[in-house]
């Protein structure tokens, strides 16, 4: 079975601060991999998504960048952060292209103050 | 642009009646895919049901759905709701090389 693991489960930065958060998914080869941000009481926006390793597309920058170093990995960070990427981080993963669904990582709670 | 809406973001239902929560879209794409997604509290959202074909209905766990491309709609049905079914619903269009669109979602509260 599949298992989509994030880290850290929560974080609390300063403004200004760096960030990375990871995502690393088991038991599934050469996955698509995408990150989702969510608001506090809002919807899911995607940021990005990966169809192989090196490779990364961005959808929705909001100032962060994302990185796939290994197959079943997947890493979103920033130098700088701002007060708005406070929220919920969403890794997820899907097994092709066309429809196939996606299945969400337990998530990451960032505040920044 | 493709984008998804789902008008009602809060849905009060009493326990046993039916459920309706609605979504339409705009998209230039031909080849689609939509999904309802259910969140619970302080849960990551998981998949409740799927379609890509038109005019067939789709079942999960008591849901319906059905995709009308002569309509652009993707409602979400239930004949008789539980207290269990309480959550976050989103609706979620798939187009082009792996972008998903959800809609702002809709706040499902069934009460006694």
């Known amino acids: 079975a599949q298992t989509i693991h994030q880290w850290p489960v929560a974080e609390i930065k300063a403004v200004g601060s760096p960030l990375s958060l990871g995502c690393t998914i088991k038991?599934?080869?050469?996955?698509?991999l995408y990150w989702y941000w969510q608001a506090t009481g809002g919807t899911l926006q995607q940021l990005f998504y990966?169809?192989?390793?090196?490779?990364v597309e961005s959808v929705v920058q909001l100032n962060l960048s994302a990185s796939r170093p290994k197959d079943d990995q997947f890493i979103l960070s920033t130098e700088k952060l701002l007060l708005s990427h406070s929220g919920f981080y969403l890794c997820a993963w899907s097994a092709g292209l066309g429809g196939y669904e996606q299945y969400f990582g337990p998530g990451t709670r960032l505040t920044v103050l | 642009g493709d984008s998804v809406t789902q008008t009602e973001g809060l849905v009060t239902v009493t326990e046993g009646l039916p459920v309706k929560l609605n979504c339409t879209y705009q998209t230039t794409y031909l080849t689609i895919a939509f999904f309802w997604y259910v969140q619970y509290l302080n849960e990551a959202p998981q998949v409740l049901l799927k379609?890509?074909?038109?005019?067939k209905r789709t079942e999960h766990q008591g849901f319906h759905a059905t995709l009308h491309k002569s309509s652009s709609s993707f409602h979400l049905q239930k004949s008789s709701a539980q207290l269990s079914d309480s959550a976050l619903y989103y609706c979620a269009l798939i187009y082009g090389n792996e972008k998903i669109t959800f809609g702002a979602g809709t706040k499902l509260t069934i009460k006694p």
């Open positions: 990966s169809i192989t390793v090196g490779q």
């Open positions: 379609s890509s074909t038109d005019n």
């Open positions: 038991g599934k080869s050469s996955p698509n």
